[in-house]
């Protein structure tokens, strides 16, 4: 059946002021990816950002985009790597992850090209590209005025047996192979015109990568279990008839939502593709109500986002029930560990100095395996492979990669630089930095309250001939500690220290301190820990610095972003790794209110 004219259109008067442009942006890894934008008359300071699903491309949102015009917001919509007529193999990626980083390099390249700010942006999304949405709006928390959320794709229907495992499988023995969708148009659409359309469009592929679909369910399942950390209003629409995607997952993230302002709209009889079936004046106008009334509504101040993970920090700081087989479990691989686990070289010292100990860090930053026998070497494999501790060293590469940018932009526009790290340890990474860059101009304070690797880090830096690197001892917490310093930076770095410490109050007080030593038009650098999986085996096998069980405190970026914004920091740009364990952020500091 076709599809009735939209109900929605633009006014006759404004109609032929419509400018319908192409353009591209650089992404995170080089690659230039194709994106479309819709404007009445000049560029507007508000937007409506779009995202399509999977196999799809940003021509055919040119009806939404119609309709969510307007003079004060202009639309814009990309071409996701792979789809359209952005370059990579169809329906391909290294990562789902990569979208969501692909996601926030269009954002912010829309304030830099176009003028237009993260706050006065509403996101729309289908499908997989609800997934992409959802995960940046878990990981990268930005402050966008709203997100619609159609069909999103957090449980794929696949209908064949122990599907998920066969294709995880596949995946290891052909990491780039592809599987066709057995999706047909009329499976996702009434209107047969449409449908029509779809089947022959040539940026159209059928094609997905294993990658893409085995990564999209493990996102899907970390983003649901913490959704309670995203804030934005949000307004998710549902197929009543989903031939491609299960309604429960929908209804889990809904329900675990952590938007006060937030709506969940099914469309009864509706296929998959709600923005493109016969009935899709209805969803139209629910997304153009949801986010007009979202600008219309005051935004709201930005403040420290609420704690989320209290209850489970708790749990996991009590033992476990004697009753509990997962106590007694934890308790025969923690024998193991005491006897077979020290002929590994890693598991051996970290029982001797506490497994979040800068000791052991620099052991599994090295990344070689090590131990007594063959035994002993094979289980430091093993360990070193942790999914934590490649989220570790994921997180250094992020840091040095971020580091030198800041450090080479401000080189470039003349003048000395100089470096702070108040928790650097031996700062082993900075003394490379400083070999790589190997700029006189360029000045490096490491501090650290442990004497012991301030004295390490100041032999190493001798024995290298790094003459310009300063090491003093140094509380991080203490904004006291922290004016004794005799440069104030321009670049201040926290690397691994929040992470530690269950204390928000202490953390703001820290950031605070930095904010008040930094230069005015300084920058911070800090990490964050929102997610670890094997969070609970931590709690009650290994033991920190202190000889305690090492239970992590995890806050959500919402969570870190708001200590850093109440601190007088806007946080500007973020890296993470693949699994969502750690985040690096670039702050730029603004005046303290």
């Known amino acids: 059946m076709s599809t009735p004219a939209l109900a929605l259109p633009l006014p006759a008067a404004a109609a032929p002021r419509l400018l319908r442009c ?28 779009l995202f399509h699903g999977g196999h799809e491309h940003s021509g055919r949102f040119d009806e939404l985009a119609r309709a969510l015009v307007g003079a004060e917001r202009s639309v814009y919509a990309w071409d996701a790597r792979g789809h359209g007529r952005s370059p990579g193999a169809r329906g391909g990626a290294s990562h789902f ?13 829309l304030d830099d ?40 794709a957090f449980e794929v229907k696949l209908y064949a047996p122990f599907a998920v495992p066969a294709l995880a499988l596949w995946q290891r023995i052909r990491p780039e192979a592809v599987v066709r969708s057995y999706v047909r148009p009329g499976m996702l659409t009434h209107d047969a015109e449409e449908a029509e359309v779809r089947r022959h469009d040539p940026l159209i592929s059928p094609d997905i990568g294993v990658r893409v679909l085995t990564s999209l369910f493990a996102t899907s399942a970390r983003v649901i279990a913490g959704a309670n950390s995203i804030g934005v209003p949000t307004l998710v629409l549902c197929a009543g008839s989903d031939w491609v995607v299960r309604q429960r997952a929908q209804q889990r993230f809904f329900s675990r939502l952590g938007a006060t302002v937030k709506q969940f709209v099914t469309l009864p009889g509706f296929y998959h593709e709600v923005f493109h079936e016969a009935g899709r004046v209805e969803p139209i106008a629910h997304a153009k109500r949801f986010i007009d009334e979202c600008f219309a509504a005051r935004p709201r101040a930005a403040a420290v986002a609420p704690t989320h993970d209290d209850d489970r920090y708790a749990s996991l700081l009590r033992p476990s029930p004697w009753w509990s087989p997962k106590r007694h479990g934890y308790a025969a691989v923690r024998g193991l560990m005491g006897t077979v686990g020290r002929l590994s070289d890693g598991v051996r010292r970290g029982l001797q100095v506490g ?6 860090l620099d052991y599994v ?12 070497r094979l289980v430091d494999r093993v360990y070193l492979d942790a999914a934590g501790w490649r989220g570790i060293r994921e997180r250094a590469a992020n840091l040095r990669r971020l580091l030198a940018a800041q450090v080479r932009a401000r080189l470039a526009a003349g003048g000395e630089v100089h470096v702070l790290d108040v928790a650097a340890g031996p700062g082993r990474y900075l003394q490379d930095l400083v070999v790589e860059i190997d700029d006189p101009r360029l000045v490096v304070t490491c501090r650290d309250f442990d004497p012991d690797p301030v004295a390490t880090g100041r032999r190493l830096a001798v024995a290298r001939g790094l003459w310009g690197m300063r090491y003093e001892t140094g509380d991080a917490f203490d904004p006291g500690s922290l004016r004794t310093l005799v440069t104030r930076p321009d670049i201040a770095v926290v690397a691994g220290l929040y992470e530690l410490f269950a204390d928000d109050d202490a953390v703001l007080r820290s950031l605070r301190g930095l904010h008040d030593v930094l230069r005015d038009d300084g920058v911070l650098l800090y990490t964050n820990q929102p997610h670890h999986p094997q969070r609970e085996f931590i709690a009650r096998v290994l033991r920190n610095r202190d000889g305690a069980p090492w239970v992590m405190r995890l806050r959500s970026q919402a969570e870190m972003n708001a200590l850093a914004r109440a601190a007088g920091f806007e946080p500007a ?11 690096v952020t670039v702050a730029v500091k603004r005046a303290r209110a």
């Open 355 to 360: 497994f979040d100990a800068g000791w052991t």
């Open 97 to 109: 992850m990569d979208y969501v980083r692909d996601a926030d390099c269009f954002v912010r390249h």
């Open 113 to 152: 090209a176009h003028g237009v700010h993260t706050k006065d942006i509403a996101v729309v999304a289908h499908s997989v590209g609800s997934v992409v949405v959802a995960t940046w709006l878990h990981d990268y928390a930005p402050p966008v005025r709203a997100a619609v959320l159609g069909s999103p």
């Open 573 to 583: 740009q973020m890296a993470i790794d693949d699994h969502g364990i750690f985040c």
């Open 365 to 376: 930053y090295e990344n070689r395996a090590r131990g007594r026998t063959a035994l002993g």
């Open 22 to 49: 192409r353009h591209t942006f650089r992404s995170f890894d080089g690659t230039t990816l194709c994106y479309r934008a819709w404007h009445l008359g000049a560029p507007a300071a508000g937007a409506v950002v």
